[in-house]
């Protein structure tokens, strides 16, 4: 078992960071392309998620994003303190967004969860949200065999 914490800004820049620092965390559990595409992504959705609606944009608060791994499964949380939301079922909605007026499409949420073997979301409005994601990997030759 491995664990990481980071706790940063939240900054349009850190996503990057993110990114890349689950990546590495998750190289020694050998992750196919795909595996390690799908991870990119989902952090990527999640921290931006974290910036964008969660402090509008603005730096103005904290992210947190922990990391563990027990064999092959990677567990990874996203939190922010920020505005929250109101009515979670609604924002799991394929397409819904609450900013149409930035070419927001609205996918992030359904994205985490294609590309991730479990997926949650908790969040209360003026708290924050935090989403949960996890990826068993191997599940590809297992499902091809």
């Not at 359904?110 to 708290?127: D, K, L, R, Y």
């Amino acid at each position: 078992m491995n664990e990481m914490y980071l706790k940063f800004p939240s900054l349009s820049e850190n996503e990057v960071f993110a990114r890349n620092a689950v990546a590495a965390f998750v190289l020694p559990l050998n992750p196919t392309l795909t595996e390690l595409s799908d991870v990119k992504t989902a952090v990527s959705e999640a921290v931006t998620n974290a910036i964008v609606h969660g402090y509008g944009g603005a730096a103005e608060g904290w992210i947190e994003l922990k990391c563990r791994t027990d064999g092959d499964l990677l567990e990874i949380e996203v939190a922010d303190r920020g505005r929250g939301i109101e009515d979670v079922a609604r924002a799991l909605t394929p397409f819904f967004t609450t900013l149409p007026g930035e070419e927001r499409s609205g996918m992030g949420f359904t994205i985490m969860q294609t590309f991730m073997s479990g997926f949650s979301v908790s969040s209360a409005p003026g708290e924050g949200t935090r989403v949960k994601m996890s990826k068993r990997f191997g599940e590809l030759e297992a499902n091809a065999g």
